[in-house]
């Protein structure tokens, strides 16, 4: 087209000087007109070339995504066909073992089925197992605290029974040395009086001294009223050969102890009620009567202190 334009141009100038105006004119107005087709197919072949890179560019891109799509296509294929094997070989494998196992799929089914009652069963009795043992857990925990209640009542007892002991010892220390021991064992208090403190030989008469120590400790268990006192009499091994009244050292055993209690009964401030007198003769020595010294100390008379056990003895019904 621009050759097509130069070889116009060039005839123009060889015959401008030998042409008409009329066709010079004309020439020049198909001139622009060329000139102006030639500007519009550049800009269309620029259009043109612009379409035909992005083209190009799309038909890449769809290549790669072509290309991409088809290698996931190739190992979905692959993958199916492998899976497709292996189904395969299951179901040989599965209608092989149907067909040669059934006797012994039945009976695995049997089995499983006595194992699942079994197993049904051991539920059931771990269930009832675990209940029992919450009881259990409940009944213990509620022991634990009676349990500790009644520790707590003991150990308050111990340490009345203790102040009381130390009272009766600071009220009776003008005779120590003299046949009389306060002690306190296995929560009760026991006071202990010789003979020679309380009564001549083979007499149930307490004599003015023994009296005295008697209403000392009389004093004392009036400030303890609920405390329970049984008053026991022992003798040594000597047969007793006195009074035609008695019967021997059971009766004299006896006849001491009440005469205790009968002292203590001037107190009125002491409950007779929690009085006990009891005569043991000579069963329940605490020295050897082979020695003279031995038998002095099995004469005697026992105040044995106990504290009232109703709280405990109810908190123990309740273990």
């Known amino acids: 087209m621009i050759k097509k334009l130069s070889l116009i141009a060039l005839a123009l100038c060889l015959t401008t000087s030998c042409v008409s105006k009329k066709i010079y004119t004309d020439l020049e107005d198909k001139y622009a007109n060329l000139k102006k087709e030639n500007r519009k197919l550049l800009d269309q072949n620029r259009d043109l070339e612009s379409a035909l890179n992005e083209a190009n560019n799309q038909l890449a891109s769809l290549q790669k995504d072509y290309d991409q799509t088809l290698a996931q296509r190739n190992q979905l294929q692959d993958d199916y066909q492998a899976t497709k094997t292996n189904l395969d070989n299951l179901k040989a494998s599965y209608e092989a073992l149907e067909k040669n196992s059934s006797a012994e799929i039945s009976a695995n089914s049997k089995k499983n089925r006595e194992l699942l009652a079994q197993l049904e069963a ?17 009944e213990l925990e509620s022991r634990s605290q009676r349990v500790a209640e009644l520790e707590n009542v003991i150990a308050a007892k111990d340490a ?47 004599g003015a001294q023994g009296k005295q120590a008697v209403r000392q400790l009389g004093s004392v ?30 009766d004299l055993s006896t006849k001491r102890a009440t005469a205790i209690v009968n002292i203590l009964r001037e107190n009125e401030a002491i409950n007779p009620e929690h009085l006990t007198a ?25 105040v044995i202190l106990t504290p009232k056990l109703d709280e405990i003895s109810k908190l123990l019904n309740e273990i």
């Not at 609920?226 to 021997?248: C, F, R």
């Open 160 to 206: 009345n029974m203790s102040k009381l002991k130390d009272a009766i010892s600071k009220a009776l220390t003008n005779f120590e040395g003299k046949g009389l021991t306060v002690e306190q064992r296995n929560g009760k208090v026991y006071v202990s009086m010789e003979n020679k403190l309380l009564f001549e030989s083979g007499s149930w008469a307490v």
């Open 278 to 302: 009891a005569g043991r003769g000579e069963f329940a020595p605490v020295a050897s009567n082979d020695t003279a010294e031995g038998k002095a100390k099995n004469r005697r008379i026992e």
């Open 221 to 250: 268990l009036a400030d303890n009223p609920e405390i329970d006192i049984l008053i026991e009499g022992h003798t040594d091994n000597v047969p007793y050969k006195g009074n035609a009244q008695l019967s021997g050292n059971w």
């Open 122 to 138: 051991k539920e059931q009795a771990l269930a009832a197992e675990n209940a029992r043992l919450e009881k259990l857990k409940k």
